[in-house]
């Protein structure tokens, strides 16, 4: 492989022949990613198919999900990233256009606006920014030098700021801060000053108090009390997370073994199908499965990673890190919230949860990691 | 120093890959950190936590406490609770929820109120939460229920209270009613306080002294079997009740005045001005309100909300009136303390009344006029041209002081919840609410009590008392209970020079009912004096949107009809101010309704030796 050294701004990547065989050639999949999502969801049904107590329908409605979900990875695969690049600042737009409509026309439900009522499909335009966010970043740092300049950093906080916002009125206080660290990733994988970091950081930390005061509904208060001390509700909020950390904990170093666990059968487990499904198979398979389990991540964002290091242009660099670094924060916010190490956010389990919108999103980031790898050539020599 | 704006594009992936490998190590890091917690729950905390999963078939289950009963000031119930069966339901052991609807339906029979409140409970409790679907079940449907348990696997039937309302429409506004919390209520109170309690006081006391009333909810802990269905109840905490409620309201004058009102809609304050217990508050027509405790479906809802005779309205408390002539003992006291007028000169009435470079006439009620008329006459019978002088030489801005020191333009801060203030005009307000000068005109039309001048029925009862108190004011209030909440009244007392013009005041109040010109001398034959004031206040006009009915819009062109009054007049016990919308005159439709209130405590209070009333 030839030193990559690129004269200037406008010198174009590589135009040599692509790597890899057939799968990569023809398909744009990276064989090793996808094998390793594929293991993933198979795992998912394994312990879906427990939690839903045996019942074999709902296994069935996630496999059509996980159908359209690789479908979309397919698709979105085959896009070069020259083009997605090109395509960015157009999906920003629309997604922070369909936000702003969620919040005029959107479907309540449950006291939050998070839905666009499209017919035949509910959309929420949250799931569009979780990608067009990191986008839309590493589109601004890709078109400056890195690392990237005060200024520029500046406006790409507020390029996070708005779809942030816009969110967390819904009020979706979740997805607002995942949406957020999936711009903030791509920031700092620019190489944002580490003085410049620092400098947020402590005006986050002096924020906090504000977001608790004016910015917090009250059950958003609730959720961060009863984290500190879940025994202080255990009929309400607390009652999750005492419960589900009984079932971890029950599960012991072998677990109980599948279709096995107590405390999921008899239904102490609230949300064992969606956002405690993590209680589920930890109570089941004991700390050797969940090691399994967070080694097989492990090895999915290792894998990404590799994708973003190996990327031919900063754009694609950027992006390929910034997804790798969101399902990272996705498993970590969702494992930790399970096991009582973070506060409750209804947030599912990637590629296992039960529940379509977020997993088809997840799918179709990966289906740009496929792109990203898939569509770099090699030097002519 | 050679110049290079090329960016330098190996220097920017170094940049990346750097901070990939930085992220990579915090991912590691945090990855293990994950496996520490994990391993800490299934390793360290094994033994404890597996034990507690053996106890997991215990489920806790909160207890409803029994909400406080309202008593009226002689002990008799006035909101109680009835043991009723409740229906809840818990979705995820349910399954399909819609199907589950239907198939109660067929069964006991669900109505669209209830799907309604049920779909909103739902949509705010979590999966595993019991959420009520029918608040009182009959026997039959409990028997039925009980026949089918198989078939309904996650419905509960539970004993419960019911809140029960034994005077039905009376005092229903000053009772009030509970209902189904919605979510607006919940999400402004603590939510862990009402687990387990699907009502909250909606209106009226119920409202107001909710935090009392409900009580702390207890705790059930239940061994249940593989299917979560309960065996035995392990151990408990007992919920603590809420307070009982004693009011200082006589049901029985509250039923009078709702009687005396009969088919009028108007309103009936009474109150004791010594410590301003309120005695009755009734507005009518009133409504039913262990229908609403019930839950009415929507479309009865809207029916009794939009009935054009409002009888969810509380008018004593809501309705804003002119109070027209009430004001003129209050504006003719004023006027002789702050040296205006000398009580004892008299004016000459010719029936009409003119300003100097202004074309309207104003005129007397009364078109031939009174004649020479003093103060204590001008309120006997109610001269308007003494009170057109008078409000001249005042001007509106001393009348707005002083009319506020007697209440009027103030909330009276009765414990009721919404109760509104009236207005008592002046320069400043004028400009502020309506962005336009004051005009003199306006201040003659406020020395009768009319333009902008509007007052609610307790607040003109609390003005009265005043009067009564000779200068204390009282704070209206409906818990009996020495820690009624706030008890200080809004207001300082009124002080004058002169004391003696408080029996000048009282005088004439008293030459209303008991003077040979006074104009509610109809209803003098009573055993002992009573000070009153009549109104006839004018209905200025009405809303152009209002259903367009005949019938309707003549009979609501009709004066309003208004009284105050005290009694004994020289020794109050009950102070009683009366509006009858579209009554007609004050003196022959509001006088005689007061009087008949008046005569009634008065008698029942000196049944019980606590009175020795003042003969005349």
């Known amino acids: ?381 | 120093m050679s110049l290079n704006l090329l960016p330098d594009r190996t220097g920017e992936r170094r940049v990346v890959r750097a901070r990939l490998w930085i992220a990579a190590s915090m991912i590691a890091l945090l990855m293990i950190a994950l496996v520490g917690r994990i391993g800490y729950l299934q390793v360290a905390q094994y033994e404890q936590l597996s034990a507690r999963s053996q106890d997991n078939r215990i489920r806790m289950a909160p207890l409803t406490p029994t909400r406080g009963i309202i008593y009226d000031r002689q002990g008799r119930i006035l909101a109680e609770n009835r043991p009723a069966f409740r229906l809840s339901v818990i979705p995820e052991q349910a399954g399909d929820l819609s199907d589950l609807l239907g198939r109660l339906d067929a069964l006991i029979g669900v109505s669209d109120a209830e799907r309604e409140a049920f779909a909103e409970a739902q949509s705010r409790s979590r999966r595993f939460q019991e959420i009520p679907l029918k608040l009182q079940l009959t026997d039959q449907q409990v028997a039925r229920l009980a026949v089918n348990r198989h078939r309904f696997p996650g419905v509960e039937v539970r004993p419960d209270l019911n809140r029960y309302y034994p005077y039905g429409n009376s005092a229903s506004h000053v009772i009030g009613y509970v209902g189904r919390i919605n979510e607006q209520e919940l999400r402004e109170r603590d939510q862990r306080r009402y687990r387990g309690t699907s009502r909250i006081g909606k209106t009226g006391i119920e409202r107001f002294y909710e935090d009392r009333l409900r009580g702390e909810m207890g705790l059930e802990r239940i061994e249940t079997n593989a299917l979560g269905r309960s065996l035995e109840v392990i151990d408990r905490v007992p919920p603590t009740p809420g307070e009982d409620l004693h009011l200082t309201l006589d049901i029985h004058l509250q039923q009078t005045a709702e009687n005396v009102l009969g088919d009028y809609r108007g309103a009936v304050v009474a109150l004791d001005p010594r410590d301003g217990a309120v005695l009755a508050l009734a507005s009518q027509p009133g409504f039913d309100p262990n229908a609403l405790t019930q839950g009415l479906d929507r479309a009865a809802f809207q029916q009794l909300s939009e009935d054009t005779r409002q009888p969810l309205f509380n008018r004593a408390l809501r309705g804003r009136y002119p109070p027209g002539s009430i004001v003129k003992p209050f504006l003719g006291l004023s006027g002789a303390a702050a040296g205006y007028i000398n009580p004892n000169e008299p004016l000459y009435c010719n029936g009409t009344f003119e300003l100097p470079d202004v074309e309207r006439v104003w005129r007397d009620w009364r078109p031939e006029g009174h004649g020479r008329i003093d103060l204590i006459q001008a309120v006997a019978q109610s001269c308007d041209i003494y009170y057109y002088d008078l409000a001249e030489r005042m001007g509106i801005d001393a009348m707005h002081d002083w009319m506020s020191r007697f209440g009027f333009g103030r909330s009276t801060g009765v414990d009721l919840p919404g109760e509104r203030t009236g207005i008592m005009p002046s320069r400043d307000w004028k400009r502020e609410a309506l962005g336009e000068p004051w005009y003199l005109g306006e201040t003659i039309n406020t020395g009768i009590g009319q333009g902008f001048t509007l007052a609610t029925p307790l607040q003109m009862a609390a003005s009265t008392a005043i009067i009564a108190n000779r200068g204390r004011p009282i704070r209206p209030h409906l818990a009996a209970s020495a820690d009624v909440e706030p008890s200080k009244p809004i207001g300082e007392s009124v002080m004058l020079k002169n004391e003696r013009l408080w029996q000048i005041a009282i005088d004439s109040m008293v030459e209303v009912v008991h003077g040979v010109r006074g104009t509610a001398r109809a209803i003098a034959s009573s055993d002992y004096k009573i000070a009153g004031k009549t109104g006839t206040a004018q209905v200025i006009g009405i809303a152009q949107d209002e259903d367009y009915d005949e019938d309707i819009i003549a009979e609501r062109f009709h004066d309003h009809a208004l009284f105050t009054a005290f009694a004994p007049a020289n020794s109050p016990r009950i102070v009683v101010a009366v509006v009858v919308e579209n009554g007609g005159s004050g003196s022959q439709t509001a006088a005689p309704m007061a009087a008949e209130i008046i005569e009634q405590w008065l008698k029942s209070t000196n049944e019980h030796g606590d009175l020795a009333l003042e003969k005349r």
């Open chain 1, 1 to 381: 492989m030839n030193m990559a050294i690129w004269p200037s701004k406008s010198a174009n990547p590589p135009s040599g022949p692509r790597y890899g065989g057939w799968l990569q050639r023809s398909l744009h999949v990276d064989g090793v990613l996808l094998a390793l999502l594929g293991l993933l969801a198979a795992i998912g049904m394994v312990v879906l198919y427990s939690a839903f107590g045996s019942r074999m329908d709902p296994i069935q409605d996630h496999l059509v999900r996980l159908g359209v979900g690789f479908g979309l990875l397919l698709v979105v695969a085959r896009i070069p990233p020259w083009r997605l690049s090109r395509l960015t600042p157009w999906v920003f737009s629309l997604a922070l256009i369909l936000l702003i409509a969620v919040l005029v026309f959107g479907q309540v439900s449950g006291g939050a606006r998070r839905w666009l009522d499209f017919g035949i499909i509910g959309f929420q335009p949250s799931e569009l920014m979780k990608l067009a966010l990191p986008m839309m970043v590493a589109w601004i740092l890709a078109n400056g030098s890195l690392p990237a300049r005060f200024g520029r950093s500046l406006v790409i906080l507020i390029v996070i700021a708005m779809p942030a916002s816009l969110i967390g009125v819904q009020p979706d206080l979740g997805t607002a801060l995942l949406v957020g660290v999936a711009g903030v990733a791509v920031l700092f994988l620019a190489g944002l000053g580490w003085r410049f970091i620092a400098l947020i950081t402590s005006l986050l930390a002096a924020a906090l108090p504000l977001l608790w005061i004016f910015g917090m509904q009250d059950y958003q208060r609730q959720r961060v009390l009863t984290f500190l001390d879940p025994e202080r509700d255990p009929l309400g909020a607390g009652y999750n997370i005492i419960q589900s950390q009984i079932a971890i904990g029950s599960g012991g170093v072998f677990g109980k073994g599948w279709l096995n666990g107590t405390q999921a059968h008899l239904e102490f487990i609230p949300e064992r199908h969606t956002d405690f499904v993590f209680a589920v198979m930890a109570e089941e398979f004991g700390l050797l499965g969940v090691i399994a389990l967070l080694m097989l991540y492990s090895t999915i964002i290792a894998r990404s990673l590799w994708i973003a290091h190996e990327a031919q242009d900063n754009f694609s660099r950027l992006l390929a890190g910034g997804l790798a670094l969101t399902f990272f924060v996705y498993c970590f916010v969702n494992i930790g919230m399970v096991s009582g190490l973070l506060p409750v956010v209804g947030l599912p389990l990637p590629l296992i949860s039960y529940g379509g919108s977020a997993m088809v999103t997840l799918l179709t980031g990966f289906g740009i990691l496929m792109s990203i790898h898939t569509h770099r050539r090699m030097w002519p020599s």
